[in-house]
């Protein structure tokens, strides 16, 4: 006799997943993870069709033109909105380089603007343009990668002004629209993410020999579990990848 596997309790039953950023480091592992569990996944990134490049509006808004157009044939709800994208080095839209700062001598306009739009201002648009989007009924999740290093209250070792304070503002965006949420879905959850450090090209130069380094797919598959068993009463929180609560 066969039986029917039991479902996961825990885990909410399939809807689409989709992954901004999904050709990045994290965001790449997210997505070849969700595909592994049999999840209908869609990734989005400067390289796909339709592309989601921050410098502009329309391409946020085209993305989740997309997305919805993608709802409704599938008759499937947003279960999961993962943003997995994210700036802390390279090179800005004005063409300079960045890389983070040491000290307050090396604050300059041009990267912390990028910093800001990249981490804080293009994710704010994704809430514009995709929270809406989110059924009105039963639980889902939207999951904004932040750092750790964004907490004001964890900050012991300084530096990296523009990253830190960057992500110190999503935290901010991601509590302040978890509020908002709240009042169209009260299942819905909307949640801030440290990954930890993971081995992709953003983290690369700072690899430090003592820092717990882990493989993109660890990370996914962590936060994948922290995503889907998050508790009741989370919508709002900033939780690193075993789902413990990181101070603001
Ligand atoms: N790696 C770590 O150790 C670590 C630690 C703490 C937090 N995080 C956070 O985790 C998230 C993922 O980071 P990662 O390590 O996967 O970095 P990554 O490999 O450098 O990926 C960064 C992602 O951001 C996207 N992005 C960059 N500029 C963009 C723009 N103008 N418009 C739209 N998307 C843009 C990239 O898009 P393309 O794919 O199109 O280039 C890419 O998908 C970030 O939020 C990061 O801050 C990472």
């Known amino acids: 006799m066969t039986s029917t596997p039991t479902p996961d309790a825990a885990r909410p039953p399939d809807g689409l997943a989709v992954v901004l ?3 990045g480091g994290v965001g790449a592992a997210l997505v070849a993870q969700l595909q592994a569990q049999g999840v209908e996944v869609l990734a989005l990134g400067r390289r796909t069709q339709p592309a989601l490049d921050y410098t502009g509006e329309a391409s946020v808004a ?3 033109q997309h997305v919805a157009d993608r709802l409704a044939q599938s008759g499937l709800p947003l279960q999961r909105l993962i943003v997995a994208t994210g700036f802390l080095h390279g090179h800005t839209a004005s063409g300079q380089r960045a890389e983070p700062e ?6 300059n306009t041009d990267a912390l603007q990028h910093s800001f739009l990249i981490n804080a201002i293009g994710p704010a648009l994704v809430m514009r343009h995709f929270l809406p989007l989110l059924p009105t009924q039963g639980r889902c999740v939207a999951a904004f990668l932040s750092a750790r290093v964004g907490s004001i209250g964890d900050n012991r070792l300084g530096g990296w002004y523009g990253y830190r304070a960057s992500k110190a503002a999503l935290n901010q965006l991601v509590h302040t629209a978890a509020i908002e949420l709240a009042r169209r879905n009260r299942q819905a959850l909307c949640v801030a993410l440290h990954p930890g450090t993971v081995d992709t090209a953003l983290s690369q130069p700072f690899a430090k020999t003592g820092l717990e380094v882990r493989p993109p797919a660890t990370a996914a598959q962590e936060l994948l579990q922290v995503i889907d068993t998050l508790p009741e009463g989370s919508n709002g929180g900033f939780f690193d990848h075993h789902g413990t609560s990181v101070p603001w």
Request: hydrophobic letters at 35%.
């Open 21 to 23: 950023g999904g050709t």
């Open 62 to 64: 085209a993305c989740a």
């Open 102 to 107: 040491r000290s307050w001598q090396h604050l």
